[in-house]
């Protein structure tokens, strides 16, 4: 099993920023990806952005790329998403995620981020 506990969230103005982080504790030794989701009312989750744990290949949504950098440090099994330029439609539950051996799936227990206008 595999724990994550978010922080970060919050009320933002449109424009403004906000950095999340996401620290793993358990059986994380075979953590081959992380990443962040994002859900907003009414609409289906979505994948944010990705990063492998070996080599730190990316992976971004269009509607994020150029604002939105995720990165992550091994040694502290955590993975931050620092968002930029916000804007109203990024406001949603947003949810890590990492991946163990290619195969399960976990999730933490969602940070809510809201941009005002």
């Known amino acids: 099993q595999v724990q994550l506990v978010e922080s970060g969230g919050g009320l933002v103005q449109a424009g403004g920023s906000l950095r999340l982080s996401c620290a793993a504790s358990?059986?994380?030794?075979?953590?081959?990806?992380m990443g962040w989701y994002r859900q907003a009312p009414g609409k289906q989750r979505e994948l944010v952005t990705s990063?492998?744990?070996?080599?730190?290949?990316?992976n971004y949504a269009d509607s994020v790329k150029g604002r939105f950098t995720i990165s992550r440090d091994n040694d502290k099994n955590t993975v931050y998403l620092q968002m930029n330029s916000l804007k109203p439609e990024d406001t949603a539950v947003y949810f890590c995620?990492?991946?163990?051996?290619?195969?399960?799936?976990?999730w933490g227990q969602g940070t809510q981020v809201t941009v005002s206008s």
């Open positions: 995620n990492v991946r163990v051996n290619y195969f399960f799936n976990y």
């Open positions: 358990g059986s994380i030794k075979g953590i081959d990806a």
């Open positions: 990063i492998t744990t070996n080599g730190g290949s990316t």
